[in-house]
C-alpha cells in the first residue's frame, strides 16, 4: 500500500506521444469526487460533487478503414487496445463503452454522420478504485476532444448538452451503473469551488470547496486498479424502481410528487393485491424514497453550511448516518479513518466505490495519510479545473 503519485509526464504529452494519427485533437478532463448525495439524481434530488486535479487526456482523428481503434493506459499500467468495426457493437468492456459513445454522439448530431472511422487514445492520472470517477474523466475527454470543432463548445448550455449525451451513452452500452453528476462536473465545474446540482430542475450553481475550512481532503481505499461492480444490479432496481414510479404519477421527478413515501407505497400495494409479482416489497418501496428524501435534505444542508461557513455544521451532516437503502458501505474504513484523525469521513460513492473520502486537519493531514498509507491505497484530492480542449 502507498500514497498514490501520478506520472511524472503529463497526460497530455503522454496522449500526444501515443496516439498514431496525425495532428489529433486533444482534450482532458477532471476526476471528480462526490461530497454528498450520490444516489438522488432518479429522485430529483441534489448533488454535491467537485473536481480533482488528476486528469485524463484523450487524442481522437480520423481514419478510413470503417474501424474505432481504442488504446487506452492508466496510470497503474493498466492497458486497453481494441479495434472493432464501426457498425457492429463490442459484447462489452471499455470498447463498447466508448463505441457507444462515439454513436451517441453521431445521433445527437454533436459529430457529424459522415463518420466512418476513428483512432481514439487516452492517458489518464485518474486511478481506477479510488472513487474519483477514472472512466467519467475518460468520457468526458472523449467527447469534447470529438466535438471540439463546434462553435459552441466552451458554453454552459453545449457543456450541458456533451454531459448528457455522455451519461446517455453509458446507461445505454455500460453495465456499470451511471452517477450522472461525475459528467455534469467534470465537463462544468471545476475552479476552487464545489458544484451543487439540483436535479429537480437541473440546475449548477457552485458552493465554497471544504479545503477552505482547514482541512485536505483524501480517498482511501482497500486497492487499486478495478471498478467496482458488485452493487450494479441493486442499483439499477432501485432506479427502475424510482422511474416506473415517476411514470405512473406522471411526474418528471418523486420530489414533486406531495406525500411521496406514502403514496409510493401504496401504489405498491395496489400492484401487489392485483397480481403484479414484480412489484418490491411495500417496505422496501418506503425504505428507499425515505432515503432519497432526507439525503436530498442532507445535501441541501450541507450546501447551506458551506456557503454560510458553518464548518462544524458541515462535518457533523457528513459523519451523519443516512437512511437504510440497502446497499453495502465501507463502514470499517470510515471508522477507522475517523479514528485516526478525519474530522469527517464518508463513503466516496455508495453502491459504486468501495472507497472512502477523508476530510483530515491541515496539521495532521500527512501523519494521517502516511498512517493510512500502510494499510491502504492513499490518493490526495486537490482542487481541479473542467474539461478543457488542449491547444
Given at each position: 500500500?502507498?500514497?498514490?503519485?501520478?506520472?511524472?509526464?503529463?497526460?497530455?504529452?503522454?496522449?500526444?506521444?501515443?496516439?498514431?494519427?496525425?495532428?489529433?485533437?486533444?482534450?482532458?478532463?477532471?476526476?471528480?469526487?462526490?461530497?454528498?448525495?450520490?444516489?438522488?439524481?432518479?429522485?430529483?434530488?441534489?448533488?454535491?460533487?467537485?473536481?480533482?486535479s488528476?486528469?485524463?487526456?484523450?487524442?481522437?482523428?480520423?481514419r478510413?478503414?470503417?474501424?474505432?481503434?481504442?488504446?487506452?493506459?492508466?496510470?497503474?499500467g493498466?492497458?486497453?487496445?481494441?479495434?472493432t468495426?464501426?457498425?457492429?457493437?463490442?459484447?462489452?468492456?471499455?470498447?463498447?463503452?466508448w463505441?457507444?459513445?462515439?454513436?451517441?454522439?453521431?445521433?445527437?448530431?454533436?459529430?457529424?454522420?459522415?463518420?466512418?472511422?476513428?483512432?481514439?487514445?487516452?492517458?489518464?492520472?485518474?486511478?481506477?478504485?479510488?472513487?474519483?470517477?477514472?472512466?467519467?474523466?475518460?468520457d468526458?475527454?472523449?467527447?469534447?476532444?470529438?466535438?471540439a470543432?463546434?462553435?459552441?463548445?466552451?458554453?454552459?448550455?453545449?457543456?450541458?448538452?456533451?454531459?448528457?449525451v455522455?451519461?446517455?451513452?453509458?446507461?445505454?452500452?455500460?453495465?456499470?451503473?451511471?452517477?450522472?453528476?461525475?459528467?455534469?462536473?467534470?465537463?462544468?465545474?471545476?475552479?476552487?469551488?464545489?458544484?451543487?446540482?439540483?436535479?429537480?430542475?437541473?440546475?449548477?450553481?457552485?458552493?465554497?470547496?471544504?479545503?477552505?475550512?482547514?482541512v485536505?481532503?483524501?480517498?482511501?481505499?482497500?486497492?487499486?486498479?478495478?471498478?467496482?461492480?458488485?452493487?450494479?444490479e441493486?442499483i439499477?432496481?432501485?432506479?427502475?424502481?424510482i422511474?416506473a414510479?415517476?411514470?405512473?404519477?406522471?411526474?418528471?421527478?418523486?420530489?414533486?410528487?406531495?406525500?411521496?413515501?406514502?403514496?409510493?407505497?401504496?401504489?405498491v400495494e395496489?400492484?401487489?393485491?392485483?397480481?403484479?409479482?414484480?412489484?418490491?416489497?411495500?417496505e422496501?418501496?418506503?425504505?428507499?424514497?425515505?432515503?432519497?428524501?432526507?439525503?436530498?435534505?442532507?445535501?441541501?444542508a450541507a450546501?447551506?453550511?458551506?456557503?454560510?461557513?458553518?464548518?462544524?455544521e458541515?462535518?457533523?451532516?457528513?459523519?451523519?448516518?443516512?437512511?437504510?437503502?440497502?446497499?453495502?458501505?465501507?463502514?470499517?474504513?470510515?471508522?477507522?479513518?475517523?479514528?485516526?484523525?478525519?474530522?469527517?469521513a464518508?463513503?466516496?460513492?455508495t453502491?459504486?466505490?468501495?472507497?472512502?473520502?477523508?476530510?483530515?486537519?491541515?496539521?495532521?493531514a500527512?501523519?494521517?495519510?502516511?498512517?493510512?498509507?500502510?494499510?491502504?491505497?492513499?490518493?490526495?484530492?486537490l482542487?481541479?479545473e473542467?474539461?478543457?480542449?488542449?491547444?
Amino acid at each position: 500500500m502507498a500514497r498514490f503519485k501520478p506520472p511524472a509526464q503529463s497526460p497530455v504529452e503522454r496522449v500526444r506521444a501515443a496516439h498514431p494519427g496525425a495532428s489529433p485533437r486533444v482534450a482532458t478532463a477532471p476526476g471528480t469526487w462526490v461530497l454528498i448525495g450520490e444516489n438522488v439524481d432518479h429522485f430529483g434530488g441534489v448533488t454535491l460533487a467537485g473536481t480533482a486535479s488528476l486528469r485524463a487526456a484523450a487524442a481522437v482523428s480520423p481514419r478510413r478503414d470503417g474501424l474505432l481503434s481504442f488504446t487506452a493506459r492508466g496510470p497503474l499500467g493498466q492497458e486497453l487496445v481494441a479495434q472493432t468495426p464501426y457498425d457492429d457493437a463490442p459484447a462489452a468492456g471499455l470498447e463498447r463503452r466508448w463505441w457507444g459513445l462515439v454513436h451517441t454522439l453521431v445521433q445527437r448530431q454533436v459529430l457529424s454522420r459522415d463518420t466512418a472511422g476513428l483512432d481514439i487514445t487516452v492517458e489518464s492520472d485518474v486511478p481506477v478504485g479510488a472513487g474519483l470517477g477514472a472512466l467519467y474523466a475518460a468520457d468526458a475527454a472523449i467527447a469534447l476532444a470529438l466535438a471540439a470543432g463546434h462553435e459552441d463548445v466552451d458554453t454552459a448550455p453545449f457543456r450541458a448538452r456533451l454531459a448528457e449525451v455522455c451519461s446517455h451513452a453509458v446507461a445505454s452500452h455500460s453495465s456499470l451503473a451511471l452517477l450522472r453528476a461525475r459528467h455534469t462536473v467534470a465537463l462544468r465545474g471545476g475552479g476552487e469551488g464545489v458544484s451543487v446540482l439540483d436535479y429537480a430542475d437541473g440546475s449548477l450553481t457552485q458552493a465554497p470547496h471544504p479545503s477552505r475550512h482547514g482541512v485536505r481532503v483524501f480517498s482511501l481505499a482497500k486497492e487499486l486498479g478495478q471498478p467496482y461492480t458488485d452493487q450494479r444490479e441493486a442499483i439499477a432496481d432501485h432506479r427502475a424502481f424510482i422511474d416506473a414510479a415517476c411514470a405512473n404519477f406522471g411526474v418528471d421527478s418523486l420530489r414533486q410528487l406531495p406525500d411521496a413515501s406514502a403514496r409510493v407505497v401504496q401504489w405498491v400495494e395496489a400492484r401487489r393485491a392485483a397480481g403484479d409479482e414484480t412489484a418490491p416489497a411495500p417496505e422496501a418501496a418506503r425504505r428507499w424514497v425515505q432515503f432519497c428524501e432526507t439525503e436530498t435534505l442532507r445535501s441541501l444542508a450541507a450546501a447551506k453550511a458551506l456557503r454560510s461557513r458553518r464548518v462544524n455544521e458541515l462535518f457533523t451532516l457528513l459523519n451523519s448516518p443516512s437512511e437504510s437503502h440497502g446497499l453495502a458501505t465501507p463502514d470499517a474504513l470510515v471508522a477507522l479513518a475517523r479514528e485516526r484523525g478525519a474530522v469527517a469521513a464518508r463513503p466516496a460513492a455508495t453502491g459504486t466505490s468501495e472507497a472512502v473520502i477523508a476530510f483530515v486537519p491541515v496539521r495532521e493531514a500527512d501523519a494521517f495519510a502516511d498512517a493510512m498509507a500502510r494499510d491502504f491505497e492513499v490518493v490526495e484530492v486537490l482542487p481541479g479545473e473542467a474539461a478543457r480542449v488542449e491547444a
